[in-house]
């Protein structure tokens, strides 16, 4: 890694790129970013190396053009209402990065409640999408505070279906579910591991092994080597700063 990329690229910019990558590749299929570090992360992959991305406003608008973050559109290509939106969920042209409230060593997520479901002790935001997501789409997450909190070692609800859950359901489950990533304010991680337990696949610039492996509450797997997220090039940089995310609301969700 390059001294000048380390210094001159923020913590917020890291996890800015390493949500982008979710997206390389991807052709095209729409992204459906939840939080405001992979709304711009699926901006900048739409202008660099996924140019096919379809991006909505948020509402049921297709846009043509890349407005900064909670700019209007310019250009808008098509219309795609919520009830055209759960389609296309069910078609797996979609690929989506959700939050988690809790997130455990196979992929599981609970966004719903912290508790026994009969009882909780706190309500959270509800089921919603995500056993559907899970299901017909590749669906990675997004965690700008990562704590023994967040990744435990079971969550207390299953919203996302995870690896093990998935696979407990049978075929119908496994058929196109799929975790890509997992993106924290720490690390990048995935589950390509024989048992599909979630790996630690690159640690942020500042941010050591130790660190992640304390600040999650299950066995990590941890490869003997492990890398830096990658860095930002120039372009990207100019792109996130100017282009995207010129109010630079990234910093209020990740602080450097």
Same mark, same amino acid.
């Given at each position: 890694?390059?001294?000048?990329?380390?210094?001159?690229?923020?913590?917020?910019?890291?996890?800015?790129?390493?949500?982008?990558?979710?997206?390389?590749?991807?052709?095209?299929?729409?992204?459906?970013?939840?939080?405001?570090?992979?709304?711009?992360?699926?901006?900048?992959?739409?202008?660099?190396?996924?140019?096919?991305?379809?991006?909505?406003?948020?509402?049921?608008?297709?846009?043509?053009?890349?407005?900064?973050?909670?700019?209007?559109?310019?250009?808008?290509?098509?219309?795609?209402?919520?009830?055209?939106?759960?389609?296309?969920?069910?078609?797996?042209?979609?690929?989506?990065?959700?939050?988690?409230?809790?997130?455990?060593?196979?992929?599981?997520?609970?966004?719903?409640?912290?508790?026994?479901?009969?009882?909780?002790?706190?309500?959270?935001?509800?089921?919603?999408?995500?056993?559907?997501?899970?299901?017909?789409?590749?669906?990675?997450?997004?965690?700008?505070?990562?704590?023994?909190?967040?990744?435990?070692?079971?969550?207390?609800?299953?919203?996302?279906?995870?690896?093990?859950?998935?696979?407990?359901?049978?075929?119908?489950?496994?058929?196109?579910?799929?975790? +890509?990533?997992? !993106?924290? %304010?720490?690390?990048? =991680?995935?589950? #390509?591991?024989?048992?599909?337990?979630? &790996? $630690?696949?690159?640690?942020?610039?500042?941010?050591?092994?130790?660190?992640?492996?304390?600040?999650?509450?299950? +066995?990590?797997? !941890?490869? %003997?080597?492990?890398? =830096?997220?990658? #860095?930002?090039?120039?372009?990207?940089? &100019? $792109?996130?700063?100017?282009?995207?995310?010129?109010?630079?609301?990234?910093?209020?969700?990740?602080?450097?």
């Amino acid at each position: 890694m390059s001294e000048t990329a380390a210094t001159t690229a923020t913590r917020a910019e890291y996890c800015v790129v390493a949500c982008a990558e979710a997206w390389r590749g991807a052709g095209e299929v729409l992204a459906s970013p939840m939080g405001t570090v992979p709304a711009i992360g699926a901006r900048l992959a739409k202008l660099t190396f996924s140019p096919d991305l379809l991006l909505t406003d948020g509402e049921a608008l297709l846009m043509a053009d890349v407005p900064a973050l909670g700019a209007r559109a310019e250009v808008v290509e098509g219309w795609l209402p919520y009830r055209q939106h759960l389609a296309m969920v069910t078609s797996g042209r979609r690929h989506v990065m959700m939050g988690a409230s809790q997130i455990d060593r196979f992929g599981n997520q609970n966004i719903s409640c912290i508790g026994d479901w009969a009882r909780p002790g706190r309500q959270l935001l509800g089921v919603r999408g995500a056993p559907v997501n899970t299901l017909n789409n590749p669906t990675s997450y997004w965690v700008p505070r990562h704590s023994a909190r967040v990744f435990v070692e079971k969550v207390d609800m299953i919203c996302g279906v995870g690896y093990d859950s998935a696979a407990a359901a049978g075929p119908s489950a496994t058929r196109y579910h799929r975790i +890509p990533q997992v !993106v924290s %304010d720490l690390g990048v =991680f995935d589950f #390509e591991t024989p048992d599909r337990a979630m &790996r $630690l696949r690159s640690v942020h610039p500042g941010v050591t092994v130790e660190q992640v492996v304390a600040a999650t509450g299950f +066995p990590l797997a !941890v490869p %003997d080597e492990v890398p =830096f997220t990658r #860095e930002p090039t120039a372009e990207e940089l &100019r $792109l996130v700063r100017e282009v995207v995310d010129p109010e630079r609301a990234r910093d209020r969700e990740v602080r450097s």
